[in-house]
Every structure is written in structure tokens, then in C-alpha cells.
């Protein structure tokens, strides 16, 4: 009798629940909703890790792409859903970094309503212009968009993408004359992009780089502190008279925040893992992205300091959801 009554007791312990979680997790396949359409940096990243955490976890790692909303709608579908771990998101620098200051309300609260895992990656952010337009520079651009006010256009992945946060902040800094036009994913845009209805755009490194050595697309400029190695004759936007100026994407592992610790933990080790493994390296050897694979203390850290880094820049360029 004392032996059932100390089992029924152990068993709400929160140390062994979690313990019997770790050791049962995963079970079965995982979902990792990626909040944008196939074709970007989102996809790309996501699919890397994914592929070699789901050897280690023993479960394959189902990607789910659900754009729109400028990546709410995905966020709150798995604000809601079980956290028993299986549902997943890929968090980035819009939806944890620029939404919960652009969305005047959101059906969720971004800090509250997810656990961060891991950081997975640095991705440079770069500024494009299809191949035909006569700009090789920064300066060239400026030029451009004055010489034709109100007809140069800007794609994005879609309103809060990382792109879009990037091409604003450009603009704040240079007073440059460019309009935006949202699309649902980088793929879709980059399709408009190198057909020449759009003039410019920015994103990461990824889906844009076989662009430009393809020369469908130029870079005009970098927004890392530093040249990137596989453009070494393309200067940053400091470099060209912006000193200060710097903007990355970047992309994360979230889970419901009620998800057990144990299984964060589990989770984070995996992605650690999965960064230093060669299949990941290589993957991202051409263009300049940074694996990390952090801790799920140091990647909500720097959540913190992104947001209070970003919700300037929203609120300077006066950002709105439209």
C-alpha cells in the first residue's frame, strides 16, 4: 500500500514527468511548420537541420509550410496545439523580432505563448537588383529611385519577412524612394524579380546567390559589418556611407511553451549537433551562412536583444501591417 501511494505521489513530480518524457521522446514523426512558401532561406534552413536531427532523434522531421499573414497564422496554429513536442515552428527574425511591434494585436503573445529551442543560423542579408537595371552600387541605387519616383519597386517574402524588415531599414537609413510589394514567400517573388516586374529586393544568401551566379540578379550592396567572402568586391552598406548600418536574418527553433523541459532540452542537444555536422557545414559553405545550434537559454537571450534592437526600427520607418 505505502508502495502505491509513493508511486501515485512520485508521479506528479514535474522531475520525473519529464524524465519519462525525454526517455519516450520522439516516438513518432515530428511537424516543423515553416511559416513562409517552399523557394526561401526559411525552407532552406529548415530542411538542413531537420534532415540531420531527425537522425539523431530517430524520427523524421516533416517540414509543414504555412505561409501567409505574415507568418501568423502559422505561429498561432502551433500557439494552440499539443505541447507535447510533435508540432514545432521555425521562428525568425519577423515573427518573433518585428510582428509583436508591427500588429497592432496578435492572437498569441510572442514571448508568453513559445519556449525557444535553438538558434539554427545567421543567414547575411543582401540587396538585389535584376540584372538589367543600371545599378552596380549603393549610390547607383539612390540615384535610381530618385531619377524615377514612385516606379521602382521592392518584392518580399511578404509583410514581417525578414527581407521586408531589411529593405526598411534601408530605406530609413538612406531616404531611399522604393515601394514594397508583399508576396506569399521568396520563391514567388523571385520569380517576378528576375522576370523584371519587380526592380529590387533583399533577402538571404541562400535562394539568392544561384541568381547572381547565374547573373540573373546583382548585388548592390551587403548588410553584414563585414564583406562576405563569395562577394569580396561588393561593400557593405556601412562601407558606402552608412556606418552602423547591419541586418541579418536569422532562424530558430520554437515550441509551445508549455513543452516539457526535458523535451527542450532534447531538442536543443540535436540541433547543437546537427550545426556541427558536416552535411550542414557543407550546405552552407557558399554562402556565408553561420550555423549555431545554441542553447535554449542563450537563443531566448537573443530573442531579447533582437526585439529591442527591431522594435526601433519598426517604429521609426512606421511599419504597419497592411
Known amino acids: 500500500m ?23 521522446y520522439p516516438s513518432r514523426p515530428i511537424r516543423l511548420v515553416v511559416p513562409f512558401a517552399p523557394g526561401g532561406s526559411s525552407g532552406i534552413v529548415a530542411r538542413a537541420f531537420a534532415a540531420e536531427m531527425s537522425k539523431g532523434l530517430g524520427q523524421e522531421i516533416i517540414i509543414d509550410n504555412r505561409p501567409g499573414g505574415a507568418g501568423n497564422i502559422a505561429m498561432e496554429a502551433v500557439a494552440k496545439a499539443e505541447p507535447d513536442g510533435y508540432t514545432l515552428i521555425l ?20 514571448n508568453r505563448d513559445f519556449a525557444p529551442v535553438s538558434l539554427f543560423a545567421k543567414v547575411p542579408s543582401i540587396f538585389v537588383v535584376n540584372a538589367n537595371v543600371p545599378v552596380k552600387n549603393l549610390k547607383d541605387m539612390l540615384e535610381y529611385c530618385k531619377a524615377n519616383p514612385g516606379r521602382v519597386y521592392y518584392g518580399s517574402a511578404g509583410n514581417g519577412s525578414a527581407g521586408h524588415l531589411a529593405f526598411e531599414y534601408l530605406k530609413l537609413t538612406t531616404g531611399m524612394d522604393i515601394q514594397h510589394v508583399p508576396y506569399k514567400g521568396t520563391g514567388p517573388q523571385l520569380t517576378d524579380l528576375i522576370g523584371g516586374q519587380l526592380q529590387a529586393s533583399s533577402a538571404g544568401t541562400p535562394p539568392l546567390m544561384p541568381h547572381v551566379k547565374a547573373g540573373k540578379l546583382r548585388v548592390f550592396a551587403v548588410g553584414t559589418t563585414r564583406r562576405l567572402p563569395e562577394l569580396p568586391d561588393v561593400p557593405t552598406v556601412a562601407e558606402q556611407g552608412y556606418p552602423g548600418f547591419e541586418t541579418v536574418q536569422w532562424y530558430g527553433l520554437n515550441a509551445p511553451a508549455k513543452v516539457p523541459a526535458a523535451i527542450i532540452k532534447r531538442l536543443a542537444d540535436e540541433a547543437g549537433k546537427a550545426a556541427r555536422s558536416r552535411e550542414v557545414q557543407e550546405r552552407f559553405a557558399g554562402d556565408s551562412t553561420e550555423e549555431i545550434g545554441s542553447t535554449a537559454a542563450e537563443y531566448a537571450e537573443f530573442i531579447r536583444k533582437e526585439q529591442a534592437r527591431w522594435s526601433v526600427v519598426v517604429k521609426a520607418a512606421k511599419i504597419k501591417a497592411d
Open 2 to 24: 505505502k508502495r502505491r501511494h509513493f508511486l501515485a505521489a512520485a508521479a506528479g513530480l514535474p522531475w520525473l514527468n519529464n524524465a519519462r518524457a525525454q526517455d519516450k
Open 91 to 110: 521562428g525568425h527574425i519577423g515573427s518573433l523580432a518585428m510582428n509583436p511591434f508591427m500588429f497592432a494585436r496578435l492572437p498569441f503573445d510572442t
